[in-house]
């Protein structure tokens, strides 16, 4: 089939290329855009607690403010707040309240705290249904300009946190990292095929084509929402990039080398395409199949923005398999060996290469290869056991020195922490009528008695009376690992058993949404990971015709995420002073270490298979197949892990994190989990490792063929 697609490719370039132009020019033209989604609810079921709070917030309480940020006011001197300089901060607030800020409902000066260090003013702000609204930072950033001039010889500083806050001081730290990430990205893709291939038009080739993909997979992904009530949004956008630049960039080496090789062996330009296709395009087709798969499991998560997540990603990855077997082709077919220009190293093989030496050291010595290389992965997964997950990706990721970190640690001088970041719990009436008198007061006492909260204010009873609103201040860091433990461990069971008969209790807010996502994070784990590995191993097993060969790959999978895992958690926990990793970054390792490091092993193994039906036996096949795969497999690692190692010059820790984790699993999956883990241990198994099938055994025709060469030589 291959075969065929590839001579059909090569014979007709000018209307394959003019086909994708077409079609790319119908699909940007035609498709609807991505929107943002403006369904706060989508990313939690209904079903979780802090989703059930927030609609009975709606409905009882319709004009209650969201807390959007919180100013913190202190005197200049370091000294007690007096009476004046309350008076100041009821006359600074009502100023910045009359100038009508957009986003910005009211401004309310609160209570002197306790010692008399500081005093807040909340700013009461609408909730946030849209995930790309910046009105709200926007909001604080006029805040502070007019913060500043109100102080002025009032003997006051302030400054604002909160999660708005927040918000806006991580989009600030991330705009530069934006542009050196999406810079960097291209001139390390562009840099690294310079020097492997020596050639202008190739290092630029994946830049081009991944142009015209990109606008496509955004045009189809924004069509399939509207055909299937799909729910990407534009927060994809970005990812999608990295996908496409990851995949595309792969798919184009794995076939560029095999065509240089094809070169090397005598074939002429257009039947080295041929060539190419024909034995690459099995692999590269199911290794898109697996990212397919994986990417699409994620429809079973419960967060509704990896449930959308996962069909788009898979829509991307397949456009950019079409276009590797089809536009790609077609172009370097046109080029023939000006693709090379003006290198001619493609004429001939170097010879003592390492992947030659390291091919033929694996096929001496398999065991000693398979157990080190196993041994390594194992060893790191064992930290993997430390792994913490943080919600604090704002907190924990900005810079000490940016105001929300500052006023924070300011305003826990004379409040509780979780001053900026309410948690709000509702007791409701079960019943028709409203809640018995007393009951409200007692409920509050038994929430004030809780460890870990510090301070619960009076009910406030809806229009009917059916409902009592109580807001608890932590006292912890909203979305701190203790703040969580408070909710999820005491406040919530507490809150639940302190109910009288007849009501029942609700406790929401953003500590318990970070709560129910923490939970619905674990179930995904259990059930999405499971069903991919499952639907990669039917991949395999159809591709290599073995029941034996899909376990171990997917065993050295396993072993490289849990390496990947063990190394990040060690380095930034452990080694590091992060009080844990984002709660999101094993699914996104998920996405790319697991779905990506398979693209190589299927790369791997499908050349062992090839030089076993050349009639090499276990330990040379799998020597060969390094030798020859070796420097598409290493190039391809080199430069994904060079482009997610980007992220790390960000100078945030979350975007760090995200940066090693990637990078660190590429380099894992393909120079020891492909390279040495996958050969070695083929080596040892054997001929068993295709059972119950003969993948490595040459068809009757091929084999038919070889022998009379050989008859026809020796005449």
Known sequence: MFSALGRFVVRRPWWIILAWVVAAGAVISLAPKLTSSSDEA????????????????????????????????????????????????????????ARKI??????????????????????AMPKVTNPEDTGQQDAVEQLRKDLKAQLKGSGLDAGITGGAAQALDERDASERAGVLVGVGTIVIIVVLLLVIFRSPIIALLPVVLIGLISPMATGLIASANKAFDMKADSSIQELLTVVLFGVGTDYILFLLFRYREALRAGEDPKGAMVHAVERVGEAIASAAGAVI????????????MLRSMGPALAIAVFLTLLAGLTLVPAVVSLLGTRVFWPSTSYRSEPHGTGFARL?????????VWAVVSGLFMGALALGALGYKANFDLAGSS??????????????????????????????????????????????????????????????????????????????????????????????RPGAHDAAPPGTKALVG??????????????????????VAALAIMVILGLLLRSLVAPWYLMLSVALGFGATLGATSLLFQQLGDQPGLMFMLPVIMYLFVVALGTDYNI?????????????????????????????????????????FATLMLAGNSTLSQMGFSLSFGIVIAAFVMALLFTPALTALIGHAAWWPGHGDEAPASAAGRRGRGRTESRR
């Not at 004379?414 to 309410?422: I, K, L, V």
């Open 102 to 123: 957009e986003d910005v409902q009211a401004v309310t000066p609160g209570e002197v705290s306790p010692n008399k260090r500081v005093q807040t003013s909340v700013v």
């Open 293 to 304: 798969v994986a990417f699409a499991a994620l429809t079973l998560s419960t967060l509704g």
């Open 603 to 643: 790369l791997m193994v499908s050349r062992l298979r090839e030089e076993s039906r050349e009639g090499r036996d276990p330990h040379d096949a799998a020597g060969t197949a390094v030798r020859h795969s070796g420097p598409t497999i290493g190039s391809a690692g080199v430069i994904l892990a060079g482009t």
């Open 398 to 491: 900005l810079p000490e020195d940016k105001e929300s970190i500052v006023w924070q640690d300011n305003l826990e001088k004379g409040f509780p922490a979780g001053s900026t970041d309410p948690t709000s719990v509702y007791l409701t009436s079960t019943g028709d009528g409203p809640l018995p008198e007393g009951q409200p007061a007692a409920f509050r006492a038994a929430l004030k008695a809780v460890q870990g909260v510090g301070s619960v204010t009076a009910p406030r009873l809806s229009e009917d009376g059916t409902t009592a609103a109580y807001s608890v201040v932590l006292a912890d860091p909203p979305a701190s690992d203790k703040a969580l433990a408070t909710v999820k461990d005491r406040l």
């Open 359 to 367: 091919g033929a050291s694996i096929a001496r010595k398999p065991a």
């Open 42 to 97: 989508s990313f939690l079921p209904e079903h979780y607690e802090s989703i059930r709070a927030s609609d009975v917030q709606e409905r009882d309480f319709p004009q209650q403010r969201n807390v959007g940020a919180v100013i913190v006011f202190q005197r200049s001197d370091g000294g007690r707040l007096t009476a004046a300089d309350s008076a100041d901060v009821v006359r600074v607030s009502k100023e910045l309240a």
């Open 509 to 530: 807010g953003v500590t318990a949404v970070y709560v129910d996502i923490n939970k619905a994070v674990d179930r995904d784990y259990s059930v999405v990971f499971p």
